[in-house]
């Protein structure tokens, strides 16, 4: 049957879909941070992972029941797992049913949305724990960039980091900015950076500063690193004094952060 035991495709559980022209990657999830609701023994705990698609124990599918990649830090709050109750079943397939089956300590798993359903073994003021596991990351890729220019026939110069850095001095004259392709290394904490382009023939202070063009805001996860390309290319955008690029944390101020970026820029 084409659905299998999904009689009806829900919401929650909606038919997967494994798109394997798409390249991806197999992650470990280490010591993701988790809260509980605070109470005595048998306190009802609804705990959404970071990601979803929680795998097996070998990463080679989603988990489930008796095979999951899923460990906890002490393990004293959510103890023993047991099935995902009651799917499919008309008029109780929902999260206060599935809860009042559960003995203290006990929990349960939705693999696909990264969702944990459980009651604690003991009580939960004030007691943290974490979690890890294993799930599948888009690979993320740039692609592959030829210098070459196509308005004179010359080859552009270019700036290319050798170690993680916060910020550069491209070019020390006046000049025209073409391309930057980068990354912000997994290690930057979660947050908004912003990729500045800065009219300099020295790398300035942090403060108010001319811009090459408007900053770009990169929104960043701790843990996974995230690619730009910003691409002014053929004409390139004019640079009267120089040209510097910084990883800042304001967006129209220069507030240059740690050293979490590697970065090309393409320039004449």
Not at 131 to 159: E, M, N, P, Q
Not at 204 to 218: C, H, L, N, Q
Request: charged share 20%.
């Amino acid at each position: 049957m084409l659905l299998g035991d999904r009689q009806q495709v829900a919401a929650r559980t909606p038919m997967p879909v494994h798109d394997v022209m798409k390249a991806a990657s197999k992650t470990q999830v280490t010591s993701e941070s988790v809260s509980f609701a605070d109470g005595a023994a048998g306190t009802t705990q609804r705990l959404k992972l970071t990601y979803d698609g929680v795998m097996a124990l070998r990463g080679d599918r989603l988990g489930e029941d008796g095979d999951t990649s899923i460990t906890w830090g002490t393990g004293t709050v959510l103890i023993t797992e047991v099935s995902w109750k009651l799917k499919n079943i008309a008029r109780q397939d929902n999260e206060t049913a599935r809860l009042a089956l559960l003995a203290n300590g006990e929990y349960m798993v939705d693999y696909e949305n990264g969702y944990i359903l459980g009651k604690n073994a003991i009580s939960t003021s004030s007691t943290p724990d974490t979690i890890s596991y294993k799930v599948r990351l888009a690979t993320a890729t740039v692609d592959a960039i030829t210098f070459v220019s196509t308005d004179s026939g010359d080859s552009y110069s270019k700036d290319s980091s050798t170690a993680l850095e916060s910020q550069s001095l491209s070019k020390a004259s006046a000049g025209n900015f073409y391309k930057a392709t980068g990354r912000v290394d997994a290690t930057a904490a979660s947050g908004n950076y912003f990729f500045q382009l800065i009219d300099s023939a020295s790398i300035p202070s942090d403060g108010a500063e001319t811009f090459i063009m408007t900053p770009v805001k990169i929104v960043h996860t701790l843990g996974t690193d995230t690619y730009f390309d910003i691409d002014a290319a053929p004409a390139g955008l004019p640079a009267s004094s120089g040209i510097v690029w910084c990883l800042s944390t304001a967006e129209f101020t220069k507030s240059a952060d740690g050293s979490f970026a590697s970065v090309t820029v393409a320039y004449k």
